[in-house]
Every structure is written in structure tokens, then in C-alpha cells.
């Protein structure tokens, strides 16, 4: 008995996983579309805009969920592993830095990697600290 409601439970958080992270996928693939033409083409900045949104937000998710907002543990798997793991593309960033390595643009992929990193903490953190006032 206890097997078959484990059993349940899982393909429950699957599902909601599935779903958020098809929403995310989408949603990822959306964005650098509206954006394009909007910055300057110094790095690749749709990739980039997408993954500090997307620290933002599981900043935020997680910091409403250990707020004891009531987030359901369904809703906190779908916002965070299903729509920010589907939303965020860290193997997208890594290629596109190895591409500006191998053409020689050292200093915008010095830029690009450094600045989506320290930039996604700060976002993660301000998501948190959002979430504190709302």
C-alpha cells in the first residue's frame, strides 16, 4: 500500500514537472524572439535575459515557499524544476561562450560568462528578497 501511494505521489510530481517545464521550454524559446533587435549584438543577450529572469524567479518561487506561503509542494516542483529548469538554458550560455572564444572575442565572452554568473546570484537574491515584501 505504501509502494502504490509513493508510486503516486512521484508520477503526481512528474506530471506537474512535465507540465512546467514544457510551459518553460516554450517560454524560452519566445522571449529572445520578442527581444530581438532590441539590444545591441555585443553577446548573446536573449540567452542571457532569459536566465536572469529566470534566477529571478526561482528566487522568488523559493523564497515565497520558505516564506510558509502556503505554496503547495506541487505548485513549488512546477514553478522551479518544471518552468525555471525548462525556462533557464545553461547549455545554450556555455555554447554560445565557446563560440565567442573560438572567434576570438575574448573580451565579450569574458563579459557574457562573468556577468551571467555573478548577475544571476544577484538576481536569485533580489527574487528572494522580493518575496519578503510581498
Not at 573580451?107 to 527574487?127: E, N, P
Amino acid at each position: 500500500m505504501k509502494m502504490c501511494i509513493f508510486a503516486k505521489d512521484m508520477l503526481q510530481s512528474i506530471f506537474y514537472i512535465a507540465i512546467g517545464g514544457a510551459l518553460g521550454s516554450v517560454s524560452r524559446w519566445l522571449l529572445p524572439k520578442l527581444l530581438q533587435g532590441t539590444f545591441l549584438a555585443v553577446f548573446p543577450m536573449g540567452t542571457m535575459t532569459v536566465n536572469l529572469l529566470g534566477c529571478l524567479l526561482i528566487g522568488f518561487f523559493y523564497g515565497l515557499a520558505d516564506r510558509g506561503t502556503g505554496m503547495s509542494e506541487s505548485w513549488k516542483l512546477f514553478l522551479t524544476v518544471g518552468f525555471c529548469g525548462g525556462f533557464t538554458t545553461f547549455s545554450t550560455f556555455c555554447n554560445e561562450t565557446l563560440t565567442l572564444l573560438r572567434t576570438q572575442q575574448l573580451w565579450q565572452a569574458a563579459t557574457y560568462s562573468g556577468g551571467s554568473v555573478v548577475l544571476g546570484i544577484v538576481a536569485v537574491y533580489i527574487g528572494m528578497s522580493l518575496s519578503r515584501v510581498i
